[in-house]
């Protein structure tokens, strides 16, 4: 048997160099890349390896470990899951910075790779700079924080312990019902030692997308309850796109007339004036789709793990026959859904082949398209730009400003606080990677590394970050990146002197206004400074202008499309109004004993709506 001596660095990258995938027809490298930020944990071992390969395998210097890896799952993300990104890092800070990162691929169940270094596996110099050293268990260190947020975790003690684990690895990061993220801690001294690799570990190896075929008796029972149904209302959820189901979701809806409700992930996969699309679903919903959850009988899901914002905590179809379609088996099986394993295009196309007659009650297609074209005249209402005299405009106004300025290319990215309510309502994408949203995590400081990464996955499509200033200053490095690589976003901040969202939650629970909006916190004599956001994002190397109206944003918005370089636009908005129409109950827990009789009036109001909870 023939073999490679190679170091536990440059095995690693090479195994990743011979892993291809198919798509549409071509074969292309499965991980594009590093994101890497180097320390003494990391650069003599992987900094060595990866220098030896650049530029066919593209090493990525980011600004912050955090960015970098939200940067490498925006970018999985807008592939579809059909490709993915590596990040190293070094030990203690630089590592624990991923660790959140972890958490919102998991939860979004999302592929990256992460390869933080670690302290000596010999401990011979321990304790080493930034170690943990807990006494009580020298095996551990700061990257044991992983394993609750990683799908698959190894820690690489000996060189030969490669041949096994990435193998796993790569199983966990395509495999489309536990896809997640993967960390790989590696020991400073052990990337760096060298061992006889095989030839054969290297060979060039082909991933194509695996599609699970649904068990008979499932199907079975899963089209029964279909052709008994009259009234029903699919959900769509990320898991169409993952499975590349959009085609599929279309020709079958359109076949049968059932009205289509989407989730943050599932949006855009049907365009937004779509006759059958009702729009958003649940707490952030439309009223034309909740309505129609109310009314349905029978909740078609497909590719959604239904989370409580989806299903106004348990109460808007608690008392539905549920169909759940996933491909992921505890996903199916949840809120007691009558499950059919499998995945989204497989399953739609079944149905179709084994339905072919199947159509919805003529009046249910009356009823819900009527209750469309109510919505979209609210929309509308809540899009248009403001009277002269209104005042600072609100979140809807400013998202109607940037839809009248962009165009079918145009993909919107945001994450946390109140814009991803305003979005999953009112954005109106005219193509499936219009909408990239990441809610599954609400991780503040996503939007513009999310934004980067979307724009290295798609450098053909004009990119818009929407971000509150609140989520800005905590994350803001990767404009810088976004510069160095050449890689344009356009940045429109919405500054409401806060975290508006939850000053309104906070209020909406009968709290007084309390430590989130700036005005409302304890600072000194002067008061919280108003932050100059377009002098920093100029800063940082990017183009930057303030509006200061909704007419001056249009504008702004254009000359933005127009540069070829990222370009940020700052505008003060309202951090109180939302838009009213639609919505659904969410619990949030509010406080039993208050001195305040809000509090106590919210908590009657809670109990109320509790009662259309199942248990």
């Not at 914002?309 to 539905?320: A, P, Q, V, Y």
């Not at 990017?542 to 540069?563: D, T």
Request: charged share 15%.
């Amino acid at each position: 048997m023939t073999s490679q001596r190679l170091t536990v660095a440059q095995a690693l990258v090479r195994y990743l160099q011979a892993q291809f995938v198919e798509l549409d027809g071509q074969e292309l490298p499965l991980c594009a890349g590093m994101f890497a930020i180097f320390g003494h944990g990391n650069v003599a071992g992987l900094g060595e390896a990866l220098q030896q390969v650049q530029p066919q395998f593209p090493t990525y210097r980011a600004h912050n470990e955090q960015g970098m890896a939200l940067a490498a799952i925006a970018y999985a993300k807008q592939q579809r899951r059909r490709r993915f990104m590596a990040c190293t890092s070094s030990i203690g800070p630089g590592a624990t910075n991923m660790v959140t990162a972890a958490a919102l691929a998991y939860v979004n169940r999302l592929p990256v790779l992460l390869l933080p270094g670690d302290t000596f596996a010999s401990r011979t110099p321990d304790p080493v700079l930034q170690q943990l050293e807990q006494a009580g268990d020298p095996t551990l260190s700061v990257n044991d924080c992983f394993k609750p947020v990683s799908r698959y975790f190894d820690r690489i003690q000996r060189p030969e312990q490669l041949i096994t684990s990435l193998p796993a690895a790569i199983r966990v990061l395509t495999d489309p019902a536990d896809c997640g993220p993967v960390t790989l801690a590696l020991p400073q001294d052990v990337q760096t030692q060298a061992y006889d690799f095989p030839d054969w570990f290297f060979a060039r190896k082909v991933h194509r997308l695996r599609r699970p075929q649904p068990d008979a008796e499932q199907l079975a029972a899963a089209l029964a309850q279909l052709a008994k149904a009259k009234r029903p209302l699919l959900i769509a959820g990320g898991g169409v796109h993952y499975s590349g189901a959009v085609q599929a979701l279309q020709q079958w809806v359109e076949a049968t007339g059932i009205p289509v409700a989407e989730t943050q992930a599932g949006k855009g996969v049907l365009p937004w004036d779509h006759p059958q699309l009702l729009g958003a679903l649940g707490v952030t919903g439309s009223s034309a789709a909740n309505r129609a959850a109310a009314e349905a009988d029978l909740i078609i899901a497909v590719g959604t793990r239904l989370q409580d914002f989806t299903t106004g905590s348990r109460t808007l179809f608690s008392t539905k026959p549920l169909l759940s379609l996933n491909v992921a088996v505890p996903d199916a099986y949840k809120h007691e859904a009558l499950p059919l394993v499998a995945d989204a295009q497989v399953g739609l196309m079944s149905w179709q082949a084994s339905l072919p007659h199947y159509q919805v009650d003529p009046a249910w297609r009356e009823h819900y398209q009527g209750w469309q074209q109510e919505w979209l005249a609210l929309a509308d209402a809540a899009l248009a730009a403001p009277n002269a005299s209104q005042g600072l405009p609100s979140d809807a106004q400013v998202i109607g400003a940037v839809l009248r300025g962009s165009d079918a290319n145009t993909t919107v990215v945001c994450a946390a606080g109140g814009l991803p309510g305003e979005l999953h309502k009112l954005w109106r994408p005219q193509h499936e990677l219009g909408y990239h949203l990441e809610y599954g995590f609400s991780c503040m400081g996503y939007e513009i590394a999310g934004g980067l990464g979307v724009k290295m996955a798609s450098p053909e499509r004009e990119v818009v970050v929407m971000v509150g200033d609140g989520s800005y200053l905590m994350m803001n490095s990767e404009i810088a990146t976004s510069v160095m690589l050449g890689h344009k976003l356009i940045i429109v901040l919405l500054d409401n002197r806060g975290f508006g969202c939850i000053n309104r939650l906070q209020r909406g629970c009968g709290g007084e206004s309390f430590n989130n909006l700036l005005q409302d916190c304890l600072t000194g004599p002067a008061g919280a400074p108003k932050t100059d956001f377009a002098s920093h994002a100029r800063a940082l190397g990017a183009q930057a202008e303030q509006a200061s109206s909704i007419a001056e944003l249009e504008a702004a918005f254009a000359r933005a499309r127009a540069s070829q370089q990222t370009y940020l636009i700052a505008i003060d908005t309202d951090p109180m109004p939302t838009t009213a129409a639609g919505g659904n109950w969410w619990e949030v827990a509010v406080a039993e004993v208050s001195t305040r009789p809000q509090v106590a009036e919210a908590r009657a109001r809670n109990a109320t709506a509790k009662q259309q909870q199942p248990y």
